[in-house]
């Protein structure tokens, strides 16, 4: 047996992915912070908010198990969550539902979970052009013996 045999392995990979871990534990702060609710007006409030950091984690999830090209879409839709989040922060902490320093809590969690998110975009990015490259350039040799164009010309993208 293998050190890797004796691994724990979850059956759900994007549970592996770091961006998911944190944004797990967004969504863990929210539900904290949320306990602090005194009115019917606070607990809709963080309803809402719980809704939208939920469905950031979501769409990373759901990305991972799709293709390069849908797995950015779905992080880019992550992006639009966070906004949102910054949104129900800016109205928590204008209506008084966020102390001063939750809500530089939350907003610093936000702007880690952007950053993470741009850069596992940029990554997934540079992966599929690194791809389309490779396939055209082997299109191109098995290619080379019928025809005289060289690869350069046949590069439009």
Not at 14 to 32: M, N, P
Not at 50 to 59: D, G, I, Q, S, Y
Not at 116 to 135: E, P, T, W
Request: glycine share 2%; aromatic share 10%; proline share 1%.
């Amino acid at each position: 047996m293998t050190q890797e045999d004796n691994k724990s392995t979850t059956f759900f990979r994007f549970e592996d992915l770091r961006v998911y871990s944190k944004a797990i534990g967004f969504v863990s702060l929210l539900t904290e912070t949320s306990t602090l609710a005194t009115n019917e007006i606070e607990n809709h409030y963080y309803k809402r908010f719980l809704e939208e950091a939920t469905l950031l984690a979501f769409n990373i999830a759901e990305g991972s198990s799709k293709n390069k090209p849908s797995f950015i879409a779905q992080l880019k839709a992550a992006k639009t969550n966070i906004r949102k989040c910054v949104v129900f922060c800016a109205i928590g902490r204008q209506n008084e539902f966020l102390s001063e320093d939750k809500e530089e809590q939350i907003r610093t969690q936000l702007m880690e979970l952007t950053k993470m998110i741009g850069a596992l975009i940029i990554s997934l990015q540079r992966s599929v052009n690194v791809d389309h490259y490779d396939h055209h350039l082997h299109e191109h040799e098995m290619d080379s013996h019928n025809n005289s164009a060289n690869f350069e010309d046949e590069m439009i993208w």
